[in-house]
């Protein structure tokens, strides 16, 4: 098993610098961002298209660091209808499938998007609770009209480049848990699409990420660790659908999200919120999480990502470093 970081909470550093972290904190794999709703300094796109060379000494840099590139992240909506977000996403998925396989990586992350919720429509639109028949025809012009010709389309170009598509089972998006990740894989036939097991959005849905890694066996590719803590006195008043998050002043400068979106900001006391690997659920957890992940693929890469607003970038990481490290040791894996 390879348990590395992924790199976006670092984007400040260099690449060279950014790996010298990674092994400081006995970190020995990297998830590189290649395009979506964040950039992608880390990684040089049109040098690693162009040349062989280019290439090549890339992938050195990682060797020299005792680091592996264990897979490219490229987040995003590719079925958004706004025609300055979806088409842009789509084509960094498409390039970075192209990239994997030019680096010999063999897994790309990204998420299933979702689409308007009618033919024409502008607006993305995300169906949960499906009581009204209104809400079902949604989901069929989603499913049938948008998401089934895209993934079938993805599915083809990952398996003629030997990579596999790992989709985060993220809300706001078609695929948010695993009912809707095996419909995705039955209604596009697909060999090359399965789960990036991220358990952090899996907990605030009630979700058991263990229990998820069993029922999906061969369909987890990849794995996130990052963690959610659960604050159970505010769940109390607003449930694990919190929907108290505000717009950030514009001279604050907004992180942008492709097109006119940019990132919301958190309530002050949400219901529920991602912290670093061990401050939301113990060792115990952490440890059958990967051995469940073992007993799907022993190889398996499994990335921090750091969103734990009360540390740093690095702090951030190293403790969660410490607690990733100390569970794969109680693991055994």
Not at 276 to 297: E, N, P
């Amino acid at each position: 098993m390879k348990l590395g970081a992924y790199t976006a909470c670092l984007h400040d550093r260099s690449l060279d610098e950014t790996l010298k972290i990674l092994g400081e904190l006995g970190l020995t794999g990297a998830e590189i961002n290649a395009g979506g709703f964040v950039p992608a300094p880390h990684l040089p796109i049109d040098d690693l298209l162009g040349s062989a060379g280019a290439r090549e000494d890339y992938l050195g840099r990682f060797a020299q660091a005792g680091i592996a590139l264990t897979g490219l992240n490229v987040n995003g909506n590719p079925l958004n209808p706004d025609p300055a977000v979806g088409p842009r996403h789509a084509a960094d998925l498409h390039r970075a499938i192209e990239i994997a396989a030019l680096l010999g990586v063999d897994r790309v992350v990204t998420m299933s998007g979702a689409p308007a919720g009618e033919p024409g429509g502008g607006v993305v639109s995300w169906v949960v609770n499906p009581w009204d028949s209104q809400y079902l025809d949604q989901l069929d012009h989603q499913w049938n009209d948008v998401a089934v010709p895209f993934w079938t389309d993805i599915d083809a170009r990952a398996r003629d480049a030997g990579v596999k598509v790992c989709l985060e089972m993220h809300p706001q998006n078609l695929v948010f848990n695993p009912a809707t990740l095996r419909r995705l894989v039955e209604r596009t036939g697909a060999t090359h699409i399965g789960a990036e097991l991220d358990p952090s959005h899996l907990f605030w849905q009630g979700m058991d990420p263990v229990a998820v890694v069993e029922h999906l066996g061969e369909l987890v590719f990849h794995a996130a660790a990052k963690d959610t803590r659960i604050n159970a006195e505010n769940v109390k008043l607003y449930g694990v659908l919190d929907d108290r998050f505000t717009r950030w002043p514009a001279d604050q400068h907004p992180v942008g999200l492709g097109g006119r979106n940019t990132l919301n900001r958190w309530p002050e006391d949400p219901a529920w919120e991602f912290v670093a690997v061990g401050r939301g659920h113990d060792q115990d957890f952490w440890a059958r999480f990967l051995r469940a992940l073992a007993a799907v693929d022993p190889g398996m890469a499994v990335n921090i990502e750091h969103e734990d607003r009360e540390f740093d970038q690095v702090e951030g990481l190293r403790l969660a470093a410490e607690n990733l490290l100390a569970a794969a040791r109680a693991a055994g894996v």
